[in-house]
């Protein structure tokens, strides 16, 4: 076969080569392609190979990027940013990127060897805001704007979120360890979105009041349960030295409508109750965080707003606000609205996430609860309930934070609810390992309670991809923990 | 004994039965030497806002001596609650200056279930009545128990089943839902229900049975002493009273008149005296339409237009019979103890409360909900057939009267 460098195309192609060595310097042409040209991919058209299919940008400089490149022809990526008379270079990235399969992206190109998909994700520190913005990638300019609409922070972590949802939505295997590349960003868009948040009072009332216990009700915007909740626990706040502390994320509703309706609530019942509002949504822990702070009560009863005490058995329900956890943590035994069995206790486990095209293969770890959707009834005498339990172990037990009771010193000393999980999921289980691990009882109460769970719903995707992150980290802080249930519990244990 | 009716609406601000009931009780209470009677009636302030004076939550009913007005300004159709501290400390109050021995609740629209927890606070020995004029309680669907997406009465009523009609919604938002009626109930002494079935519904919902008493919604006789019943020449003048809303069944009773008119070729007349046709919905309006489209000669339909308790009597003169052919279970049925007072003999559907108090030759005939066929056949037996209907038109009962009602609501009382 015969090879042949067509060097006056090379010439031509690239003028600045021919002004240095002219048109017919064949040998010099060529060493140039070899060592530079072909790796620079001289007179290749890049957005054939290269595409940036979203652009995100924050108001504090937090910068995500989604596309898809043939790894072959664009082998290193250099993203530099333009905000005005400001140029911000991230130079060529390689472990900066999240590189994922797209199998869309494979048909076109015919490499399904390499992942084709990317998302970057970072923030640009001392950033500038201006009108005029412009990306380029590898030098080209890929997004320009000249009157910028900056994202708040709130909406750019939503967005990239959502953007990522791509990689959440597979089987954990296949994507676990890309969290890596992804999680400082989100960590430092989370932290950066809860340093701004605040909490508002919207209403109190018998503050004044002795009390030894805090009830505190995190709720994420909706308040449409929080009358009937509020109803069906009034016997057990009413003139009791209980105060019931509401923190709501997010509440879009009417807030002069809702401080009237608690109001009127306090008209009728003698209670202590005040109700505050965050001007975002601080997510699970970093709202009960707050009502822990501000409560008086030397015992703190964390309670989901869709906990309610069983219909007729409100007495034995109540019993549980009212004991002592001493030094541990308590949680209950939660049904669903139909009566049937949701909670008794959590035990977690780990599996293997492997994905032998990625060639990687590391823990991952799963909550479980034992005894779920089984045909336990709320009404079942104590007799069959301790059937029901036989398999519930007394030690190394996890309990749901959906109802929890827990001295306030306690949960201080064990550093409150982890805020490094975005919004929710997994700081409840964070949280009773941490107990475990520091010699701490954490218990099942046979207390019943209902827990208005309801049928799932399909869950948007900003929330798969957080619940994809904080699975990850949790399987990163835990994955070596003793408490781990072994694998017999998992396959017979129920 | 001091008693107070507390009510959804009154009759001079928006006309309907449960009003009517209520002011009824209150003013044959009022007529009772040895009673002391209040009327307080829960409105919609945005609906009548020339009852509303800013700011006062409870108003005089002008011209009256004992009749007060209480709009409110929203109010929670679901949860059937209000929770307005201005609302609440006004009711303590008036709850407080009047005293009243026994609270005669009609309703929880607009009335707020929070109200029986006020009542109970402030006169923990007052004795709570409460009549369940309709089914809210336990449905949704404006009470009524029928399930439009399927066409039949709502034989379930667990809340799974109630996500059927109301799918953007889940099932413990029901569970709680009912968890707050109960939770309400709980406080009230007893219950009144204008008919067996409707007791029986509540029953199966998990009221206790030996709470809810039945006594039939008094009625105010408009039949002069001595009137002599008289019919059309022919007997095939039959009228619908009612609402024209959806589950009344005006289609079902043009669809049998339609049949009847073209199987025997006599002439047959309708007579419709509905209101309300604003709240039909378009698709019924045109299952309506599509009944008389091209329909014989022989079916003459007259859309009369609404009525009122006033004139009732001398409209149901023109008729010879008259029909009720809801689809829903009516909890009591109004116009059949109306068409008794007018010596007509009433052709209901066996739908709720209707059920039970139609008797097949006696004060009426039945036949089964939704079926055209069924009261088809009973028109034709009907027409022209002096002799059942002179019978009935003379022998028939009429329902008890209002005083009666007032009487058996003070044994109640007295128990």
Known sequence: MKTTFLFRNYAE???????????????????????????E????????????EKVLLSEEGHICIAGWADRRMAESIAVTLVVGYMMYEFGELRDQFCWYHRQDVAEVIGDFERPSGYLFLAQIPDFRMHSEVMVLVNGKKYYSSEAMRWMSVQSFMTDALATCAVLADRPVGATLPLTEKLAPGFSQVWTSYLDRLGFSCLYETGTDREGDRSIIITL?????MLISQLETLAPALSGQPVELIVVANEYTGETALLAEQLAAFSQLHDVCLSMHLCSGNSGFSAGNNYGAKIARGETLIFMNPDIFPPEGQEDQAFAFLAGDPGEGLDGA??????????HSGMYTTADQAVDARMGFSQPVLRVEHYGKGLTAHVDDTEAELAEELREVPEDGLLVTAALWRIRKSVFEEVGGLSTDYIIAYYEDADFCLKM?????????????????????????????????????????????SPFLAPAATDLFQL | MKFLTLSLYHPRVMRGGAQYVAKDLHDAAAADPEVDAVMLAAIDSRMFPQYSKTGASITALPDTDNEFLMPGRRF????????????NKALKRFLEDHKPDVIHLHHSLWVGLEVI?????????????????????????????YRYHEGGICQDTRPDQCVGCFPERNVDEFILRRRGFKRAFAMVDEFISPSQYLKDRFVEWGLDADKITVIANGHHRRRPEGWVPKHSPELNVFGFFGQFVDAKGIDVALKAARRVAETTEREVEIKVFGGNKEYATKDYLAKIEAVLDDAPEELIVTEVGSYSRDNVFELMSTVDWVITPSIWPETFGLVVSEAWDARRPVLASRAGGLDGRIIDGVNGFSFLPGSDTGLAQLMEFCIGNAEVWQKMAHEMPDEIT?????AAHKALIAR
């Open chain 1, 13 to 39: 192609a690239n003028p600045d080569l021919a002004e240095l060595y002219g048109n017919e310097d064949e040998a010099a042409l060529r060493e140039h392609y070899e060592k530079y040209g072909s790796v």
């Open chain 2, 76 to 87: 929670d159709d679901f949860f059937h609650r209000i929770y307005d501290p201005r609302r």
């Open chain 1, 41 to 52: 991919r001289r007179g290749v058209n890049l957005e054939d190979y290269l595409r940036v």
């Open chain 1, 436 to 480: 475990l691990e520091a010699g701490r009882p954490v218990r099942l109460d046979h207390s019943r309670w209902i827990h208005m769970e309801g049928v799932g719903k399909p869950k948007p995707p900003m929330l798969r991809t957080v619940m994809w992150l904080n699975r990850a980290l949790y399987s990163r802080r835990f994955a070596d």
């Open chain 1, 220 to 224: 994420y915007r909706d308040t449409s």
């Open chain 2, 117 to 145: 927890d006020l009542i109970r606070n402030t006169l923990p020995n007052v004795k709570i009545i409460y009549t369940l004029h309709e089914y809210l309680a336990i449905c949704h669907r404006q009470g009524q128990l």
């Open chain 2, 402 to 406: 209002v005083d009666e009602a007032w």
């Open chain 1, 333 to 342: 035994l939660l049904y669903y609205g139909d009566g049937s069995l949701m």
